[in-house]
């Protein structure tokens, strides 16, 4: 009879995702629809981590042992991942398991206890994002048109004028539409439509919280659709991108257009926002606010079918607009 001594874990053999997916790429593929472009490319690089960790390990990443899952968080943890990236991590690994229509190993007890218990241990207090406000996006305006550096040199009162027209219609539309900073990357003109009142509506096609891309209208004030009108190219109409940056380009110029304005807490400013201020701005309002029937409407029956979005509520107001 052979004893504990005698016996010998033999390593299960990885089974790749792509061999997954090749097994039955019609529900892969319609399942991964779902998904925003962003959240799958997260996915995607978290899934990746884990197969090669589990190849590295001589372990199976599908179907993965719960206690593969709680091995390597434990690793992940111990190289410095943050808790936010266990989390990611996880819904990663659900995710795979459900296209292969598997049962998730994280829904384990005992990988929600490690979870758990890393939560605590490597939670830290999350610093928000700083907040573009009506206060903030006023000094901004005051300041964006000052000449800054350019290299070696100082910008041209033409081109610091240029430059600075494009940072104010960049934070104006952040902040009034709630933008995330991947809706401003792929905006276009033709998602951007001006009203007889001189306010615009913007139309976030595709978004985080839209997987099903069944669209959303915003609102935006005129200051903000005379600030976009002041950088839209002769002629640009259809797919022509209205910033023509990308998510971390937009992120950056943002930080950048916070310290040039002197801001103290300008590092705090990202391509969130515009989200952070459009927030606090309602909240305050909504605080303040004894809301009429009227007031609720977003210009009448002319505009059906607006966002819900939080504060969109308030965007098209006549108090928005200096109106009573």
């Excluded at 993965?64 to 111990?78: M, S, W």
């Amino acid at each position: 009879m052979a004893t504990a001594a005698d016996l010998q874990i033999v390593p299960r053999q990885p089974t790749s995702l792509p061999a997954l997916r090749a097994a039955d790429q019609g529900v892969a593929s319609a399942l991964e629809s779902v998904l925003s472009d962003n959240t799958q490319r997260v996915y995607a690089a978290q899934w990746r981590i884990f197969t090669n960790w589990c190849g590295e390990m001589g372990l199976r990443p599908l179907p993965a042992d719960p206690l593969t899952v709680a091995r390597y968080l434990a690793a992940r943890a111990g190289s410095g991942a943050s808790i936010a990236t266990l989390r990611l991590a996880t819904s990663a690994i659900s995710k795979a398991h459900e296209w292969a229509k598997l049962e998730s190993p994280c829904r384990d007890p005992g990988v929600r206890a490690s979870l758990k218990g890393w939560g605590r241990l490597l939670s830290k207090p999350q610093r928000q994002a700083g907040a573009l406000t009506a206060d903030v996006l006023a000094v901004i305006r005051l300041t964006a048109v000052q000449p800054r550096r350019r290299g070696r040199g100082m910008e041209t009162p033409e081109q610091a004028a240029e430059r600075g027209r494009f940072d104010v219609a960049l934070v104006a539309v952040l902040s009034d539409a709630g933008l995330r900073r991947s809706e401003a990357a792929v905006l276009t003109w033709g998602d951007v439509q001006r009203w007889d009142d001189g306010s615009g509506r913007i139309t976030v096609v595709r978004s985080k919280t839209d997987a099903l891309a069944q669209g959303a209208v915003v609102a935006i004030t005129p200051a903000a659709m005379k600030a976009l009108d002041a950088i839209r190219p002769e002629g640009a109409v259809g797919e022509v991108k209205v910033f023509g940056l990308s998510e971390s380009q937009i992120a950056r110029r943002v930080k950048v257009i916070a310290k040039s304005a002197g801001l103290a807490d300008w590092e705090s400013f990202s391509g969130h926002s515009g989200r952070v201020g459009l927030a606090r701005g309602e909240r305050e309002r909504y605080a303040g606010s004894s809301m009429c029937g009227n007031h609720m409407n977003l210009g009448g029956p002319a505009a059906p079918g607006l966002s819900d979005r939080l504060g969109a509520v308030f965007l098209a107001h006549p108090c928005r607009r200096g109106g009573p």
